[in-house]
């Protein structure tokens, strides 16, 4: 594809662009309950090209773009006339001027990682056999699994002379559970992995089969009123977006975000733990070619880098860093047991969500626990709603770890007088 897909390119006489070429492989497992229903073995090539277009307007220069989707088995004629169509548009794309990061040809990064050792046949049966190493009870159970391992090939080149590619694995998939009696109740999970994580998965899959128990044995909605609320799992992601998108290149371009280095982020009197924050790369290069490395989004409550793509790094005259998406936190000073006392735990949402412009965090309650003196009653109904930046000074985090594709860090987050609808 790269060599048609280039010839193309000259024969249109486009000078500014930039290619990835994706070639992934998977190996797709179905079952029904405990059932194999079918499996499937996909390979495929796709290309995103993205054609560059300089025009003034007014006397200022500008940089539009646009990007073409380009398939395996597509002809030259077809290729040309795509990347035509997305060069016309990108004359409607009023971006002011910027260069291409300008990186080089590199040796191919195969990433490390524990499924590249067997085939993808393999890994998937042995994440579906973790799953399944928790389905121990006739009650609750899994109803379906769908399970995914992956293998992707990444190719990125550009007129700027970026030629680098990576390999790298990962294994994902969904499951739901059911549970028949008082009431029949079914929930919806994913899980998205690196590595041949079987124990975190058999983990993930008890908590989710006693979920599904609790949320069909649950009756009563939690009184409304003011709680403290410990937040755990997937939540403690959405959480951390706040700070991820407040620190993002596009959101202080745009005066969205008035944070800069040295910002006290989480505000001037910290009396719970102070965020030591860092983004983590997901692949050795961003989309653009950009080398990624760890870096220190916060220390000690402080912000310690903008960071973001290309474009919006170098509009603030910034080096650019490329997007991240995996967070990692080391905080945590305080043992899971101990930080739940009192507290309403809520442990699944109908949809949890933040808005990284106000900070608000809140969503409808399909489970939670409230940890009490005199036990742990079952709740279900109702919803939370807080503003993040009015909290933040008062966080706890748990000892207990939680990893995942998208972060690692504490496994939960003690959050004071958050209000709660019954």
């Known amino acids: 594809m790269r060599d048609i897909i ?24 179905f ?44 002809s030259l004629d077809e290729i040309k006339a795509r990347l035509k169509s997305a060069l016309f548009a990108a004359q409607f794309v009023k971006n002011p001027y910027y260069e ?8 191919p990064v195969d990433m490390p990682s524990t499924l590249a050792d067997r085939p993808l046949e393999e890994n998937a049966m042995r994440m579906a056999q973790a799953l399944f190493a928790a389905d121990t009870d006739k009650d609750a159970f899994l109803n ?10 990444v190719s990125l080149l ?3 002379g970026t030629d680098v590619a990576y390999s790298r694995y990962l294994v994902k998939g969904e499951f739901v559970t059911q549970c028949k009696e008082p009431q029949d109740v079914e929930q919806f999970f994913q899980f998205e992995y690196a590595d041949l994580n079987t124990e975190a998965l058999t983990e993930k899959g008890r908590k989710a089969i006693a979920a599904v128990r609790d949320r069909a044995a649950a009756k009563n909605s939690p009184q409304a009123g003011t709680y403290d609320v410990v937040l755990s799992g ?7 977006e706040y700070y991820g998108e407040r620190a993002h290149a596009a959101l202080v371009y745009a005066h969205y975000s008035d944070w800069a280095p040295g910002k006290a982020v989480q505000g001037e009197a910290v009396t719970g733990e102070k965020l030591n924050l860092n983004l983590l790369p997901m692949a050795p290069y961003s989309e653009e070619g950009i080398p990624m490395a760890p870096r220190s989004l916060i220390r000690d409550g402080k912000l310690e880098l903008i960071y973001g793509s290309n474009r919006f790094c170098q509009y ?16 945590g000073t305080v043992p899971l047991q101990e ?38 009653e079952i709740l279900t109904g109702g919803s939370i709603n807080g503003v993040l930046p009015e909290k933040q000074g008062k966080l706890l985090f748990s000892t207990e770890r939680y990893d995942t594709m998208d972060y690692t860090g504490p496994f939960a987050v003690k959050i004071e007088g958050v209000e709660v609808a019954g």
């Open 158 to 160: 550009s007129s700027a």
């Open 339 to 376: 930080l739940q006392k009192g507290c309403l735990c809520p442990v699944s949402f109908s949809d949890f969500q933040m808005d990284a412009f106000t900070g608000h965090f809140g969503g409808e309650i399909r489970l939670a626990y409230l940890y009490t003196e005199n036990g742990v």
């Open 100 to 107: 291409l990061y300008a990186g080089r040809k590199e040796v």
């Open 31 to 74: 079952f029904i309950k405990k059932t194999l229903d079918m499996r499937r073995i996909k390979d495929a090539t796709h290309c995103a090209v993205t054609v560059y277009r300089d025009f003034e307007a007014d006397g200022v220069k500008f940089r539009g773009s646009s990007q073409a989707q380009i398939f395996e088995g597509m």
């Open 234 to 240: 997937e939540q403690m992601e959405t959480l951390l």
């Open 316 to 331: 603030l005259g910034i080096e650019p860093t490329g997007d991240y998406r995996r967070m990692g936190l080391d905080n």
């Open 144 to 153: 379906s699994v769908e399970v995914f391992a992956i293998q992707k090939k």
């Open 6 to 29: 280039l010839k193309a390119l000259r024969e249109l006489d486009i000078p500014v662009y930039q290619i990835e070429i994706t070639e992934e492989r998977s190996a797709e497992l």
